[in-house]
């Protein structure tokens, strides 16, 4: 419930509303959006970074977080571990069961694959699990790939990597109708025609949705699928070393039991990694929106493997995040509440950005509007900026936010806001790991027989993605890993497992004096605080 | 948290723990001491892991929520659920039909149902599950489908019913049956796929992709955007 303070500034939103229902604020220019990227954006904050000191991305920038990992030393004791025990054998394994995962191990299963999906927590405990906002497709008359990849080029600040855009916005009207044919339930007119809206950065509106609950929705019905082809999954037993053969291709993982602490040795002829982010990592220490269990894994098990890693110094923060009331600081306010017209106020009742820029640059002005202009609402955890979402039920009827946005409706009216009558308060929150692994149109790693695709994988968004291209990028990659990797498999003859690479790894960080932690961490360590 | 922080005594499967009052059960735990391994997921309603079963003083009653959402309370005894093992039917999809027969062929047990609403009371989404479960029984798969809409698949309306029906398990086949079998399939869709396919879009992606910043970037500042 709101202290007497905000329901006093309630106030001055209320009273501006009418005038800003029929403004419209401009939309940055491109001179504009690089200035205030570069002055408020935290991946331009002076010390938020240093340059990797080893493996294939040596002398390169990225997050704290992210190098304190990958020069850590590996969890398997690699002389102790017997490898000659082997306790799958399979054609393809899967790491990771969300969306890509998910999606791979159904298309590589459809292969004629024998297929291994091993996970950390449960199948479907994921980010997918909690995506909201809708998921993109160029398929309605007034759009084509081709605008949608111009979109997509953009929103990435023109960084990202041309074909994997290309296979992005090409796939996607076939991957909605291949989860629409799964009885995936999306939001339709009864004609079937899918109902679609506007998102961050979008020049159509392609963004499809199932009510707010569309990642929940798609994870549901892939792992409902699985589970119907008898597709073998372990959970609770996080993949924590690659295993190579004396070829030097990928060959399988080491999996760790996170119950009996035991390890298991699964071989393979081709690996899919889909272990998606890293925002339990807490990168300058910001709230996440993410799950339990993002926390880097496959980047750190891919690189010691020698895959090379493609814009890890970009890391998205969500520009809505809860950042009242405190119980839920960091979780998401879905983009679609701007999608349905709600916009951003300081404390003045005054708009400062066009509601649908790109997230970059709505997270930055809204940075700037706290810090210089001091113009933000003060909460427990530092300060945040209106979200005026009673406006949606002006612009579309009485009734709409909890038609539209049970899930956000839900998460807040369990602190006594009842977002329909009155406005949130948000604040930039770490969303999403734009770079990941870099891949080719193929989901193919720069190590053979390493396929990875969703958030681990990188290069197709550039810079920065944008909503609903996330959704859509895990089920074109995981497929596309899936149906390649199965492919691969009927030919790969495998030579003797090692753990060549790891040792090899092990040894370059004693040679830097690195290697005082070990990683993958698997899950974030909050004992004794309050916090994530 | 910031101040001074109020504390409160809460009970962790039998032990007594000091945890500030006002966050949710499974940051209590945590800043108790607790490390999850199972139990937590999402952290914020979306994936059914957390569920928990709790007292609080002076009260008979037992109740049950997510431990992600909800709040600590003084003197609250509380402990977590491991997740239910449960019935749940393997289908083709493809080759069902999206009736009452279906339904009922797959679990036979929603006949069963005693309409003692155990499941409705104890939903964290504050779903009318038996509402849904009476839906199925006859044969109303749109009506299932849309009042399951938001289950979180928790399983705890499952941990209670007596009938032993797995109402997450129906409500998802008859979510796929309706999306399958009852919508229409979207048509622009269909059309899309066949235009791709046909490669109406390939010269124009081309051209695309052989620009170079500058020329893209005076598209993508010219664009139009929809209203
Ligand atoms: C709150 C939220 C809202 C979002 N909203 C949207 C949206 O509206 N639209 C959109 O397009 N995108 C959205 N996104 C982004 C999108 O949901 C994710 O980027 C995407 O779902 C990632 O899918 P994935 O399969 O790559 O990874 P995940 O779904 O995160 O799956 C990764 C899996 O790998 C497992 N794993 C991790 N480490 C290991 C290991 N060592 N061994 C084995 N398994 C491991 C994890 O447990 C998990 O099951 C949202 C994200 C969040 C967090
Ligand atoms: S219907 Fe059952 S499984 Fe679904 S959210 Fe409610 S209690 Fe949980
Ligand atoms: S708990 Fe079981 S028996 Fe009782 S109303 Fe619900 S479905 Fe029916
Ligand atoms: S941790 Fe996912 S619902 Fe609580």
């Known amino acids: 419930m709101y202290t007497p303070e905000m329901l006093g500034l309630i106030k001055t939103v209320e009273q501006t509303r009418e005038r800003r229902l029929k403004e419209s604020f401009p939309r940055l220019t491109a001179e504009e959006k690089a200035n205030i990227l570069r002055s408020y954006h935290p991946d331009y904050m002076e010390g938020s970074m240093r340059p990797v000191r080893v493996g294939p991305n040596a002398g390169e920038k990225m997050p704290h977080a992210h190098v304190d990992l990958l020069e850590s030393r590996s969890m398997v004791d690699v002389d102790g571990l017997s490898l000659d025990t082997i306790d799958y054998d399979v054609d393809v394994l899967v790491i990771g069961g969300g969306g890509a995962g998910t999606a791979a191990a159904l298309l590589a299963a459809e292969g004629g694959a024998d297929v291994l999906l091993a996970t950390k927590l449960r199948h479907g405990d994921a980010n997918t699990m909690m995506a909201e906002g809708g998921i993109q497709a160029a398929d309605k008359e007034n759009d084509s790939p081709a605008i949608h990849y111009l979109d997509a080029m953009g929103g990435g600040g023109f960084t990202n990597i041309p ?355 070990v990683a993958p961490i698997l899950l974030p360590d909050y004992r004794g605080k309050i916090s994530g | 948290m910031t101040g001074e922080t109020k504390m409160v005594s809460i009970y962790i499967m039998g032990k007594q723990y000091e945890v500030p009052r006002g966050v949710t059960i499974m940051k209590a735990m945590e800043f108790a001491g607790y490390r999850f391994i199972r139990g937590c997921g999402c952290r914020g309603g979306f994936c059914g892991a957390c569920g928990t079963v709790y007292r609080t003083p002076g009260n008979f009653r037992l109740k049950v929520g997510l431990a992600c959402a909800t709040m600590v309370e003084e003197g609250m005894h509380l402990t977590q659920i491991p997740f239910y093992p449960a019935n749940r039917a393997a289908y083709d999809l493809q080759a069902l039909k999206p009736t009452l027969g279906t339904l009922l062929q797959h679990y036979p047990e929603v006949t069963r149902c005693l309409g003692c609403n155990q499941c409705t009371r104890i939903c964290p989404q504050g779903l009318s599950v038996m509402d849904y479960i009476a839906a199925a029984q006859r044969g109303d798969i749109e009506k299932t489908a849309h009042q399951s809409f938001d289950c979180i698949m928790c399983g705890l309306c499952a941990s209670r019913c007596p009938a032993e029906i797995v109402q997450y398990n129906v409500g998802i086949l008859a979510r796929r049956l309706y999306a399958r079998h009852l919508v229409p399939p979207a048509q622009h869709l269909a059309k899309r796929v066949e235009e791709i396919k046909a490669g109406k879009f390939d010269d124009e992606l081309n051209r695309l992709m052989r620009m170079d910043k500058e020329e893209l970037q005076k598209l993508y500042d010219a664009r139009d955007i929809e209203q």
């Open chain 1, 163 to 517: 074909e994997l855009v290309r296979a992005l916005v090409t796939d996607a009207p076939l991957c909605i109708q291949w989860l629409e044919s799964l009885g995936c339930m999306f939001s339709k007119d009864p004609d079937g025609t899918m109902n679609s809206i506007h998102g961050g950065g979008t020049s159509r509106k392609r963004m499809h949705f199932a009510h707010d609950y569309t990642g929940a929705e798609i994870m549901r019905t892939l792992r409902d699928e699985a589970r119907n082809r008898g597709i073998k999954v372990v959970e609770f037993s996080p993949a924590v070393e690659l295993l190579t053969d004396d070829h030097g291709q990928c060959a399988g993982a080491v999996l760790y039991n996170l119950e009996t602490g035991q390890y298991q040795v699964v071989r393979a002829k081709t690996v899919i990694i889909a272990t998606g982010g890293s925002g339990r990592l807490h990168i300058n220490d910001s709230p996440t929106t993410n799950h339990y269990g993002a926390t880097a894994d496959g980047l750190v098990i891919a690189y010691r493997a020698g895959a090379r890693l493609i814009f890890l110094d970009a890391t998205q923060f969500h520009p809505t995040g809860v950042a009242f009331p405190e119980q839920i600081v960091g979780q998401l306010v879905t983009e679609k509440v701007r999608g349905l017209g709600a916009q951003l106020v300081n404390i003045d009742g005054e708009q400062f950005i066009y509601p649908l820029e790109t997230r970059d640059a709505v997270s930055s002005a809204i940075i700037r509007e706290c810090r210089e202009r001091r113009k933000g609402i003060s909460v427990p955890s530092g300060y945040g900026v209106w979200l005026d979402s009673p406006m949606i039920e002006i612009i579309h009827g009485k009734g709409t936010i909890e038609k539209e946005l049970p899930a956000m409706f839900r998460q807040y009216i369990r602190f006594g806001i009842n977002m329909a009558e009155m406005p949130i308060i948000v604040y930039p929150t770490l969303h999403y790991q734009n770079g990941g692994v870099l891949i080719n149109e193929n989901a193919e790693s720069e190590v053979p027989n390493l396929y990875v695709a969703g958030e681990a994988s990188g290069g197709v968004h550039g810079r920065n993605r944008l909503m609903g291209n996330s959704l859509l990028d895990i089920i074109v990659f995981g497929r596309r890993a899936g149906k390649n990797a199965a492919e691969k498999a009927k030919t790969v003859k495998l030579g003797k497992l090692t753990l060549d690479h790891t040792k090899r790894f092990n040894e370059e960080l004693k040679k830097q004096g690195l290697g005082q932690r």
